[in-house]
Each structure stands twice: as structure tokens, then as C-alpha cells.
């Protein structure tokens, strides 16, 4: 991911992210230095730039009553993050007690698309602390998910959670290091058992990720559905080598 994307993945807006940059590369300058930097109109980076001061990301100084910008300690965005954690917090247990009442004792299914949707629900796995089931894996699924999920084993691996594994028959290198992880068994199928669609299973959740040019997640809460789909897991791992 780019450092653009990344601050916009954050909140900064792509004017207020390109902006940020130019001033970290640059140092203290005018805002007419940012505008040739980032080649946009004046009014959106005097714009961006107000944000960014409100922010406490930018400060300026003033000399001959010019306004230099310059970027303030990195650290700061960290900062971002952990306002945006704390007001998150204080709503969380809210949110938890009116979706477990909507949704008590009934099944739902849905449509996530794209990496993100998937790995959200990655994450949802591991507050279940419950072991994770998946099978048909494609080869491609890894570099995919290569900027999630080496931090993801490392959090399911300190909360202990077990993961197992079934891919394709052409990913053998992946199941060999899947096998050195703690927490963590890996298998393979034979090849005409080559799927596209993978199957991941947690608690009372089963989730189709089909892996083509945009991943497409359906997922589906439903424990009597699980349990199924438990039996299917340990039934081809017997046989997966």
C-alpha cells in the first residue's frame, strides 16, 4: 500500500494526504510551495492545509507575516488512531447489546465484496475464540492477503487459537510453513479437488470467499449450517495430506 493510500486509509482526505506528504518532503514552506509540489488549485490546499493545522498533523510560523507549513512529529498520526479507538470504545458495548437483540436466535446471510470485507470478518473470527476451519484454498489467496495476514496469525497465534488449514494441491511450499506456526495445521488436497471457492468456518459463521478479480465473500450465520460444515471440514482433512 502506498503512503498516500495509507494516510487515506486513516481519514485524510487525497488532498489533505498528497499535501502532508509534500510538506514532509520538503520541510517549511509557503503554501504557494505546496501548490507547484501538489499541482492543485490554491483554495483546496489553503483548504487542506487549515484541516491538517486543526488536526495538529501541520503547523505554520509566520516571517514577514508569510506563513510557512511544515509537518509536525510523525508520531501524531498515531494520535488519529487512538482518538478515533477511544470514541469507538465508548459506543462499542452499546452497539453489541442492540445487535445481539436484533439478531438473537436468527440466521443471516450477506454480500461482502473485496480484501477488506474479508479480512473484517477475519477479524470477527478471532473474537469468537473458537478454532477456524478452512478449505479450498486457492495458491493466489496468500499474496492476496500479504499485507494481513502475517500480523493476522501473529494475533490469532498470542490468543491461542487454532487454525487449520486445507489448500490446493499446488500450494505445498504455503502448507509447509503454515505446519512450523504454533496454533496452526496445514494440508493439502489432491488436484482434482482444485477449487476457486474457499470455505472458512468459526463459531456458528460460514463464509464462501470466491477468489476472482475482486473477492467475493457471502457470508452466513447460522450454527446448524456450521456444524454441517464442521463435519465436511474433518471428513476431507482425513483424507487431505
Known amino acids: ?30 503554501a504557494g510551495k505546496v501548490t507547484e509540489k501538489c499541482h492543485l488549485h490554491r483554495a483546496n490546499v489553503y483548504d487542506a492545509l487549515q484541516k491538517l493545522v486543526e488536526a ?3 503547523s505554520f510560523i509566520l516571517k514577514e507575516n508569510i506563513k ?13 488512531i487512538h482518538q478515533k479507538q477511544q470514541m469507538l470504545n465508548s459506543v462499542m458495548d452499546e452497539f453489541k447489546v442492540i445487535h445481539s437483540t436484533a439478531h438473537a436466535q436468527k440466521s443471516e446471510a450477506s454480500v461482502l465484496l473485496g480484501i477488506k470485507g474479508f479480512t473484517r470478518i477475519l477479524d470477527g473470527f478471532l473474537d469468537k475464540n473458537d478454532e477456524i476451519l478452512v478449505y479450498g484454498i486457492p495458491k493466489n489467496a496468500p499474496d492476496a492477503l500479504k499485507f494481513f495476514i502475517p500480523q493476522y496469525h501473529k494475533r490469532r497465534i498470542a ?16 502448507v509447509s510453513f503454515l505446519n512450523t506456526m504454533p496454533y496452526t495445521e496445514a494440508k493439502s488436497l489432491p488436484q482434482e479437488c482444485e477449487s476457486f471457492v474457499s470455505t472458512n468456518i468459526c463459531g456458528d459463521e460460514v463464509v464462501l470467499a470466491l477468489w476472482g478479480e475482486t473477492v467475493k465473500s457471502i457470508r452466513i450465520v447460522d450454527k446448524d449450517l456450521s456444524d454441517s460444515y464442521k463435519k465436511i471440514f474433518y471428513t476431507l482433512y482425513k483424507v487431505a495430506n
Open 68 to 80: 510557512y507549513y511544515q509537518v509536525t512529529n510523525p508520531e501524531n498520526l498515531n494520535r488519529i
Open 56 to 58: 495538529g498533523l501541520v
Open 1 to 30: 500500500m502506498s503512503k498516500e493510500a495509507t494516510l487515506q486509509e486513516l481519514g485524510l482526505t487525497h488532498n489533505e494526504s498528497k499535501i502532508y506528504l509534500a510538506l514532509l518532503e520538503q520541510g517549511c514552506v509557503t
Open 159 to 174: 490468543q491461542k487459537i487454532t487454525m487449520k488449514h486445507i489448500y490446493n494441491y499446488d500450494a505445498q511450499e504455503r
